[in-house]
């Protein structure tokens, strides 16, 4: 009896210390050190850790820990106070408070591995009045204006990223964003309500052997936001971080990001079993009314779109 009751202290004592860690990763992510580059992937599969404390609350329950059981419970109730006011349905804004809507969606193309075409004839029947592409690869380039030009008469262009729009774009700037060469945009587009700086952005790719490139153009993007005076701001694209990434938390205090329409987190790759969410609409000066992804041709990104509403 003796030998069983330790056993059983020694395994309630591990699952406190898991369920603790658990706690901690989960109150304080940014303070664990990028060891190997693991934080990436730590912070990517955040939202997850719900399964493993789970587990740990099964493991001790299973047991009779009671140390495991406290603590695992501990960590539930943590989760359930970070996560789940994010996986809420969006409560939107009503009408009458809107002078109008606009409408985006953005998708990352996979270049010449995706379908270009097949994702801008399922763009084209969600009719967004803004489109924003990333990895845009030079043979797609003149086949995608040819199948938008009739729907979308503005367009603006940098390298591998497009945007196009049913409104006039009175400015556009190619931004290097500390890469080198340019891998987003900034245009003025005229909405309802009056002009909007909208950023499209593809940042650079994360790795366990670096991010520092990712690093520095979320960095510089947060500093031109910040320093934008426009009142209404859409940042859209694919951003190569989840919403816990802390390079991407510099963004998410100048811009907001809402909550998905039917609840959830919005997980946008890979698109066959969405794990983490790379694919953001960031905004600042508008109401919003929906946020949906939803597959488009045959790439590895689902398409995400928004409805926004027009702070009057």
């Known amino acids: 009896m003796g030998h069983r009751t330790g056993r059983r202290r020694r395994v309630g004592v591990l699952i406190a210390a898991l369920a603790a860690v658990s706690i901690a990763a989960m109150l304080a992510p940014e303070r664990f050190p990028d060891v190997w580059g693991l934080a990436l992937p730590f912070e990517a599969m955040l939202p997850w850790l719900g399964v493993p404390v789970a587990l740990l609350l099964i493991a001790a329950l299973a047991r009779r820990a009671w140390l495991g059981i406290l603590v695992s419970l501990a960590a539930v109730a943590v989760w359930s106070w970070v996560f789940v006011p994010r996986v809420l349905p969006l409560e939107p804004a009503t009408a009458g408070a809107s002078a109008g809507t606009v409408t985006v969606l953005s998708q990352n193309l996979q270049g010449g591995a995706g379908?270009?075409?097949?994702?801008?004839?399922?763009?084209?029947?969600?009719?967004?009045?803004?489109?924003?592409?990333?990895?845009?690869?030079?043979?797609?380039?003149?086949?995608?204006?040819r199948a938008?030009?009739?729907?979308?008469?503005?367009?603006?262009?940098?390298?591998?990223?497009?945007?196009?729009?049913?409104?006039?774009?009175?400015?556009t700037e190619p931004l290097d964003l500390g890469l080198g060469w340019p891998r987003a945009l900034r245009a003025v587009v005229a909405t309802p309500g009056g002009d909007t700086s909208v950023y499209v952005v593809h940042a650079a790719s994360a790795r366990l052997q670096g991010h520092d490139a990712r690093d520095q153009m979320l960095a510089e993007l947060a500093e031109l936001v910040r320093a934008d005076a426009s009142p209404r701001i859409i940042a859209l694209g694919d951003f190569n971080a989840g919403p816990?990434?802390?390079?991407?938390?510099?963004?998410?205090?100048?811009?907001?990001?809402?909550?998905?329409?039917?609840?959830?987190?919005?997980?946008?790759?890979?698109?066959?079993?969405?794990?983490?969410?790379?694919?953001h609409v960031l905004l600042r000066g508008f109401d919003p009314r929906a946020m949906t992804t939803q597959p488009l041709g045959t790439s590895d990104h689902l398409a995400v779109s928004a409805e926004l509403g027009v702070t009057p």
Do not use: C, H, M
């Open 115 to 145: 379908d270009p075409l097949a994702s801008a004839r399922g763009a084209l029947a969600e009719q967004p009045d803004l489109l924003a592409f990333q990895e845009i690869d030079a043979d797609s380039r003149a086949e995608l204006g």
């Open 148 to 171: 938008l030009q009739d729907a979308y008469p503005y367009t603006a262009n940098a390298s591998t990223v497009g945007l196009w729009s049913r409104y006039p774009i009175r400015d």
């Open 244 to 279: 816990d990434d802390r390079a991407f938390a510099p963004l998410l205090e100048v811009l907001q990001e809402p909550r998905q329409t039917a609840g959830g987190f919005g997980f946008s790759w890979p698109a066959k079993f969405p794990v983490v969410r790379l694919d």
